[in-house]
């Protein structure tokens, strides 16, 4: 080994608590690039490896009953490659040892055999036979959740009949890779399944016999979806079709490019902050190293070294540490990464999940990484590199301060002379001062932009339960039915109240801008469901005219007072001209609304319902479900009790391993840039600080100079990471909303002392172990030597 | 209180040894000295490196500890403080002079003078420290605008603006070129003279001797040899 490279490992070793910490600020840079540019590069990859082999369909449409001969009509559609009609219904399940009813999709097997979109993969038994009525087959998480062997018997309640299901196999679909039920917000398996069954036996229990109700196309490469929508909606108009929509809308795979949304954000804001913030440290260590061997780095010249084996012998100190951070960047990303595949796991469900990370996202990671140590070592490996020898071997004159316009400040405030050192090492270097603070600022803006989801999620909450969706429960009719169908509601055991709510599908026009929703029709006087107004209040729909949500009057560029065009997609399909007459605040999905009695007479109808909101009495809830069970003409029971329970236990066990895991960031963070700070402050000042000792000052004083100049920092940095946690927080909110939720920014004054509480003990923290230095500072060396 | 100066004695040591042990190897910077120092002298400590005066001066000066033997600051027993107690001790007492200034860079010669000021019982004010030194018209100057021997003369103005009872000084001039370094031996001189403060100087230049009381030579970590002048001379009359 030659001997400079034996330096260059000694160098290493005696630096190690400096490296160690600007390694781990690293390491977690690379465990993000590692996570989200892995996970993202997995979920997609298996999403469209998934699609593509079980032909996941590009355009959906549903319809109250078409013929099945529209098929050749559909198929001619220009673009269209393949069509698939299906019968699929929702209905209430009584499933043996429980009182509780659940929610099941009915979904029409063509008889085919898994048809030729939206194929199933069969995962455990067989398919049900063409012709066996009493046979299905049911996603695999359904039959998971509630323990279910192949031949066990559910009943489902079937257009008002009650049948006998015998599980004849398990499956997953492309189609409900994110499973949710009507009214859900998250996947509940336990409560929701999807159900298969042969085509004819569907088409007879729904009455569908040469029907369907809803259409799948596959399209060819070069086919214009938005052309076929139209041809599409255009066929099924006369059949009660709601309008098509591509993948963008179908549910699932919303929730799959939302987060992929979310790990393209990820990606794209953290890891440049770490990679940044180790570059910072690397060069200001590599500075100080540079500046304290300025005659080693003589001598080497004297001695015939070239500027080159120079300046490479100080990047390669830093791609050193950048190696171990690397390193432990890949072990934290690999345990990460099957953290995150455990949580996707609850949520999505692939048959085949890839969740391995692949070798260039490695490769990527660990080039980043270097790549930003030696970028940070650059600079100063150079200056190394061009010192003159003769020059490097005598001292380096002292550091030249002069008068500034602070000064005089300075000296009108009457200061004491260790504040004024301290004050004129930040006015100094003010590049060097300003990076630190910027570096310490983000270690609080971290915390700042990770807590505010807490802060939004008490908000969203409260917003959606406590003043929005106040029922218990939603029972969900099988058809639109005359407002009169409540008193039988009311009277169904456990019922304390009912609340009729008519949903139509609209498309709502203005201009160019479109937008497919559902209006929500609420009865004046509705206490169970309602709306509230930005500014907290809860407001009804007028008279006349329609509420729509924030996002969505963004998104069709309208105001209160402006008109906008409301198109029916159910019964008679009527165009109307309505007023926005307000702003609604929803954090679930984008919505209108308005009142039900203007809904009936804008259709000259009596006054309709498609579902009921109910208030039950806990201790009969027992009853209500035994009720229901035999209840006719009801699709299902949304129990918003247990939404609420399994939103607010997966968003608080998430948020738990996520405040951890950003607390930890964030001290790394600070307790990287405050430990190298406060250490290069003592290597700079030893001998100023050894001699103030020697003129009698106490290690109390002498600490006060030490620490200060860092924890001044510390304090200048936390209003500018509470402004940049605050930038980073809306950011965020505006990069992951989407037409399925908004998260908004809230951002509580405890956030804020939060993060600045954490960042200041890890500051504090990182201080007192260099001051402990002090202790054993060597005096009577320094009256010898020169540094 | 000059009186009594120059009657007493300022430091006393009793068999005084400095042991390092380097290993297994017992190293005596210090082998058994006995010294006194009086009050308002101007002594030269005079010895080849590794000869112990530098280690004793660090004694005295509260900067380490002796290994055995008594040392006496006036009725303090030096050797008998702890670390806090050798703070206070230097802060009140003593004023040093080192070889390389040791100036703070981002203080100017007044603020580096205020440092001390700043917190001992009776100094005098800095720019009056500045001005005994030569250097009324530097107040305002940083370090690096400065001369080796104007640092070393705000260095020697910040040891003595405390009014301190002693002065010791370690090779003032062993950085500076004959000019400069008479610039500063006059001060140190003219300071003594002054305040009648005791100064110790600790140099590798044997002419420096002659402006001295007493000086003592050192050999081996003992005391070689005590010279007293019957005439000093001046620090402009030394030949470099």
Known sequence: MRALDKKLLRDFRRLWAQAISIALVLACGVAIVLISYGMYGALENTRSAYYERNRFADIFASATRAPRNLQSEIADIEGVWAVELRTVKDAVLDLPNRVKTATGRIISLPASGGGILNVPLLRSGRLPEPDAAGEIMVNEPFALANDYQLGDVIQANLNGRKRSLTIVGTALSPEYIYTIGPGSLMPDNENFGILWMAETAASAAFDMSGAFNDVSLKLTRDADPDEVIDRLDDILEPYGGTGAYGRDQQLSDAFIDSE????????????????????????????????LERSQIGLMKALGYTDFTIATHYILLAVLIAIVGVLVGWGLGAWAARGMALIYAEFFTFPYLLFSVSSFTYVLSGVLGILSAALGAVFNAMKAARLAPAIAMSPPAPPN????????????????????????????????????????????????????????????????????????????????????????????PGVLRAEGQLSLPVRLTNGHLEKRVSIEANWPGADLSRVIDPDGNVITAPEEGILLTKRLAGQLAVVPGDWIDVEFLTGLREQHRLQVSGIVTQYFGIGAYMDANYAARLFRQSPRISHANVLVDESRMDELHHALKETPNLAGLIMLTDTRRVFRDTIK??????????????????????????????????????????????????????????????????PLGWALGALIAWSMSFAFASDLYTIPVILERHTYGFASVVALIAAVGSVLVVRRRLDTLDLVSVMKTRE | MDAQRDAGI??????????????GAKVYALAGVDLELH????????????????????????????????????????????DRELTRYRRDNVGFVFQFYNLVPSLSARENVALVTDIAPNPMRPDEALSLVGLGHRLDHFPAEMSGGEQQRVAIARAIAKRPDVLLCDEPTGALDSKTGIAVLQALRDINDQFGTTTAVITHNASIRKMAHRVIRFQDGKIGEVEVNETRIAPKDIEW
């Not at chain 1, 393209?264 to 500046?291: D, Q």
Request: proline share 2%; no cysteine; hydrophobic share 50%.
């Open chain 2, 10 to 23: 300022v430091f006393r040591t009793d068999d005084v040894t400095k042991v390092y042990d380097t290993g």
């Open chain 2, 39 to 82: 009050a308002g002298e101007l002594t030269v400590l005079l010895g080849p490196s590794g000869s112990g005066k530098s280690t004793l001066l660090n004694i005295l000066g509260g900067l380490d500890h002796a290994t055995s033997g008594e040392v006496w600051f006036r009725d303090l027993e030096l050797s008998k403080l702890n």
């Open chain 1, 260 to 291: 992929l949304l979310g790990l393209e954000t990820m990606a794209r804001i953290l890891p440049p902050v770490f990679f940044g913030i180790a570059a910072f440290l690397v060069n200001m260590v590599i500075g100080r190293i540079v500046a």
């Open chain 1, 401 to 492: 301060f002069r008068r500034g316009l602070l000064d005089s400040a300075f000296s009108v405030m009457k200061l004491s002379q260790p504040t004024m050192m301290i004050l004129r090492g930040i006015t100094r270097w003010p590049l060097r001062a300003s990076l630190t603070a910027l570096g310490l600022s983000l270690g609080v803006a971290v915390l700042v932009a990770s807590s505010f989801f807490e802060d939004s999620m008490e908000e969203i909450i409260d917003v959606a339960f406590s003043q929005s969706s106040r029922q218990d429960g939603v029972l969900l009719l099988t058809s639109v039915q005359p407002l009169s169908v409540l008193a039988d509601v009311e009277r169904l």
């Open chain 1, 653 to 718: 066990e998430n948020m738990l391993i996520q405040s951890f895991i950003y607390i930890a960031i964030a001290a790394m963070i600070t307790i990287g840039v405050t430990y190298n700070s406060a250490r290069i402050q003592l290597s700079e000042r030893a001998r100023e600080l050894a001699s103030l000792r020697i003129l009698g000052f106490t290690n109390a004083e002498v600490s006060y100079i030490l620490m200060g100049e860092t924890l001044l920092l510390v304090i200048v940095a936390q």
